[in-house]
């Protein structure tokens, strides 16, 4: 069992940045990767950011977050962070962290609300 806790989410204005947390409890040893994905009403929830814990870190992107979200991890604190900036109303959504072990079960976050207004 893996439990995840998102913070950071927020209101924003357009142009604006954030930046969400989310720490890895429980069986963090056998997390093969984490990520970040969101859900806006009427929309499938999508893949924005995702980093491999082992094999480097290799990380990949959504190609509507590539050159404004970073995703980025501390494995001292099995924390994973994404840095989200020039901040747009469709980026407007809830985000939720994601982590997969090596039999590929998924665990998520509670989900933290983003909205991107003026």
């Known amino acids: 069992q893996v439990q995840l806790v998102e913070s950071g989410g927020g209101l924003v204005q357009p142009g604006g940045s954030l930046r969400l947390s989310c720490a890895a409890s429980g069986s963090i040893f056998s997390i093969y990767s984490m990520s970040w994905y969101r859900q806006a009403p009427g929309k499938q929830r999508e893949l924005v950011a995702a980093i491999t814990i082992t094999s480097g870190g290799s990380t990949n992107y959504v190609d509507s977050v590539k050159g404004r979200f970073t995703i980025s991890r501390d494995a001292a604190k099995n924390m994973v962070y994404l840095q989200m900036n020039s901040l747009k109303s469709e980026d407007t959504a809830v985000y939720y962290c994601?982590?997969?072990?090596?039999?590929?079960?998924?665990?998520w976050g509670q989900g933290t609300q983003v909205t991107v207004s003026s």
């Open positions: 994601n982590a997969v072990n090596f039999y590929r079960d998924p665990y």
